[in-house]
């Protein structure tokens, strides 16, 4: 089994130093031995615990909802009820947000392509027309 030290460790993934140590400070990295001379040293084992956090954070999981799967699956290695849940949970906020993004890309679409002299009144471009909802339910 390799050994890699903060540094190969956030190079191999594409992260800083600061990065890892801070999922180490939440947790979310488990905390390494460290040498005599105080040097983290890293098992593999955390080069795919640190890819899977990076993929969540790239796919709009929170560092507190990541935490949370790894434990789940810490205590229950087969996927459980309650991740799968979850993941369900995340799929529905992703499609709502993509329906938001749609309606946002269509607004701004028409924005483009509509005649505006750039002097008319900002109620005559039709942004100010939709019923589109702020992002965030507002």
Known sequence: MKRLTIGELAKRCGVNLETVRYYERRNI???PPRTVS???IYPDSALDRLRFVIQARELGFSLDEIKEFIDLLIDQPSITLEVQKRAE???ADINEKMRILRRMKKVLLRLINSPCA???A???YPV???NTPAPGGG
Do not use: C, H, Q, V
């Open 29 to 31: 990295l488990l905390p």
């Open 38 to 40: 105080g040097y983290r």
């Open 89 to 91: 949970a995340k799929i």
């Open 118 to 120: 750039g002097d008319g």
């Open 122 to 124: 900002a109620t005559d």
């Open 128 to 130: 100010f027309e939709s």
